[in-house]
């Protein structure tokens, strides 16, 4: 079974960072692309990043592009999402899923930009 | 970036009876590799995004053959042929062929 477990989130002042953690189990990590999506509170879903399986490849959306990085360490089953530059936008739910297509998703994490 | 546009934003159904969702991307989504990378979630009351439905018609393991989808290019629908009570929750088309994207949503209730 796909079990991807979030961790990492908390409440941080404008200007801080803050970095999430993605434990994934039950599927090959090495060889799946991992993403990250948010969604601020009461609202949609936003695509924040992605990484192909070897980590090579890294895509992120306008809105966090210079601030946020995602890296991954296949040796640890493990994504992660580097969160500079923190602002009150950026309050959301975090969740990781697996592959681009968005196939398996974690129970989120969240994020409160606030001073 | 390509916009996702739904429709309608809230969806009133009756029980037993069908429900259609619609979304529009404002470019086509057929990928250069043949593919069309169009997605549907579901979003239950208070839990992560589900995939219910990916490459516009491929329904996920575990979801029930009530839900379909269907369309090409820019015109994509999210059908429920009889809407029951787990099915309230919000209905995200997503594209994958260009950066990513989500439409709006659409709630789905009980009338």
């Known amino acids: 079974e796909v079990q991807l477990v979030e961790s990492g989130g908390g409440l941080v002042q404008p200007g801080g960072s803050l970095r999430l953690s993605c434990a994934a189990s039950?599927?090959?990590?090495?060889?799946?692309?991992m993403s990250w999506v948010r969604q601020a509170p009461g609202k949609g879903l936003e695509w924040v990043s992605d990484?192909?399986?070897?980590?090579?490849?890294?895509y992120s959306a306008d809105s966090v592009k210079g601030r946020f990085t995602i890296s991954r360490d296949n040796s640890n089953n493990t994504v992660y999402l580097q969160m500079n530059s923190l602002r009150a936008g950026d309050t959301a739910v975090y969740y990781c899923?697996?592959?681009?297509?968005?196939?398996?998703w974690g129970q989120g994490t969240l994020v409160t930009v606030s001073s | 970036d390509v916009v996702m546009t739904q429709s309608p934003l809230s969806l009133p159904v009756t029980l037993g009876q069908p429900a259609s969702i619609s979304c529009r991307s404002s470019?086509?989504?057929?990928?250069?590799?043949?593919?069309?990378?169009l997605n549907w979630f579901q979003q239950r009351p208070g839990q992560s995004p589900r995939r219910l439905i990916y490459?516009?018609?491929n329904r996920d393991s575990g979801v029930p053959d009530r839900f379909s989808g269907s369309g090409s290019g820019t015109d994509f629908t999210l059908k429920i042929s009889r809407v029951e009570a787990e099915d309230v929750g919000v209905y995200y088309c997503m594209q994958g062929t260009h950066r990513p994207s989500f439409g709006g949503g659409t709630k789905v209730e009980i009338k």
């Open positions: 490459e516009v018609s």
């Open positions: 990484i192909s399986p070897s980590g090579a490849n890294r």
């Open positions: 039950g599927f090959s990590f090495s060889s799946s692309a």
């Open positions: 899923a697996k592959e681009k297509s968005l196939e398996n």
């Open positions: 470019q086509s989504l057929v990928h250069s590799d043949g593919y069309t990378y």
